[in-house]
């Protein structure tokens, strides 16, 4: 095995870190047209090694969705994976066969630096993880010169605004847009107090904040706008009950697998201000006919014939009727490893469907079961336990009357 590691070179510029080659070096350009056309040079040895596995690129792979999407891959075999992200630091936590740093995405270059990876690394999937890559992947399906298994780009952009997807898939539910103190004013009056206020496009529970006075939602929205901030706001009902993600992978306008779970608690909860930082240290796989017919009328709702991979987060309201709060159209959550040590590999699906590769039997609803937990914190490895794995709750004190 050989590496070869990277130079310093100017900030933004298109670079190579630390490769591991398992074999001679790849070809160069227009060596070769994809996996399938290699059975001719494989019969006369001279194949590459690994050219006749899938040949993947993942955007934004040093993220938490990426590292999550790349592990399971990793664990199904068969994948040439090659890892793009703007981190070059972060990349040595993937576990990839080739790593690429690549300008930001959608700025100048970006494209060009996308399409030099796919033609040099013979690349005929991709699969893109943050929002912004998956918008852009879909608007530029077109020139990427490989295939992805996304849905339409004004499906994605619709799922990506919470204000206009909320206002098409729950016509009953109290939404405002949120941008001067006078529309705080009204949201209190038409919404009532406490409200939930945050920004219409973003993860993360990005400019989230539970609004129980309007001194509060007045100081929140004056902050982000002295930042000079972007974010447009929106107000909606407070949702009190449970918190929960529905995950799904659809073929041809029918759905393969999906998978509830609710979260339970969240990383360092305690530093954001709604004490939500959209990743979840527990979580719980359930079974809940409610969240399974809602998931599938929601993506119905957004597609006649859905195809790719839909993510919906639910909470629960005051009679614990699930509502949608935010859809990510195209992948995964970024605990798609929970999935895959539950025993369904559902980013290994998902790359069969784009090859039209035969797939495992699995079902359609609570495809890995219920019960089981997963837990996760920084700089500890996640692990999957049923209840039994954990230490008793303190006993306390009957207090005397």
């Not at 080659?21 to 996996?35: E, I, S, T």
């Not at 041809?252 to 990743?279: F, K, M, N, W």
């Not at 490893?337 to 784009?354: P, Q, Y």
Request: charge should be neutral.
């Amino acid at each position: 095995m050989t590496c070869e590691h990277a130079k310093t070179i100017a900030p933004g510029a298109f670079i190579e870190v630390t490769v591991c080659l398992a074999g001679p070096d790849q070809p160069g350009p227009g060596y070769l047209q994809g996996r399938l056309s290699c059975d001719g040079l494989r019969r006369e040895g001279k194949c590459p090694k690994g050219i006749n596995m899938r040949r993947i690129l993942v955007t934004g792979a040093a993220g938490p969705a990426g590292i999550n999407v790349i592990n399971s891959l990793r664990a199904a075999g068969g994948c040439y994976i090659v890892a793009a992200d703007i981190s070059r630091h972060r990349l040595v936590l993937v576990d990839a066969d080739r790593r690429v740093v690549v300008p930001r995405t959608g700025s100048p270059g970006y494209l060009d630096a996308l399409r030099k990876v796919i033609v040099d690394h013979h690349i005929e999937f991709v699969w893109p993880q943050p929002d912004g890559d998956v918008v852009w992947a879909a608007e530029h399906e077109d020139e990427l010169g490989a295939a992805t298994l996304l849905p339409p780009a004004e499906v994605i952009r619709l799922c990506q605004d919470k204000y206009r997807l909320l206002a098409l898939a729950d016509e009953a539910r109290h939404i405002m847009r949120i941008a001067t103190p006078d529309d705080i004013d009204d949201a209190s009056r038409r919404i009532g107090r406490p409200f939930w206020m945050r920004a219409t496009h973003g993860a993360g529970g990005r400019g989230s904040t539970l609004v129980e006075s309007v001194d509060t939602a007045t100081a929140w929205l004056a902050y982000w706008q002295s930042r000079k901030s972007d974010m447009q706001f929106m107000a909606e009902d407070f949702l009190p009950g449970r918190n929960i993600a529905w995950e799904s992978i659809w073929h041809d306008g029918e759905l393969v697998c999906s998978q509830a779970r609710e979260r339970l608690e969240y990383i360092y909860d305690h530093a954001a201000p709604s004490g939500i930082t959209g990743s979840s240290s527990v979580s719980r796989l359930i079974d809940d006919g409610k969240v399974d017919r809602e998931g599938v009328r929601i993506v119905k709702l957004l597609m006649r014939s859905p195809h790719g991979i839909f993510s919906i987060d639910f909470k629960e309201d005051f009679t614990r009727r699930p509502r949608v709060t935010e859809v990510n159209a195209g992948r995964l959550f970024t605990m798609s490893m929970l999935l895959t040590a539950a025993g369904v590999n559902f980013a290994d699906i998902h790359v069969r469907l784009a090859y039209g590769e035969a797939i495992p039997d699995v079902k359609q609803f609570c495809a890995c079961g219920a019960g089981a937990y997963w837990v996760r914190h920084m700089d500890a490895p996640a692990r999957l336990v049923d209840a039994g794995a954990f230490p008793p709750e303190p006993q306390t004190e009957a207090k005397c009357c």
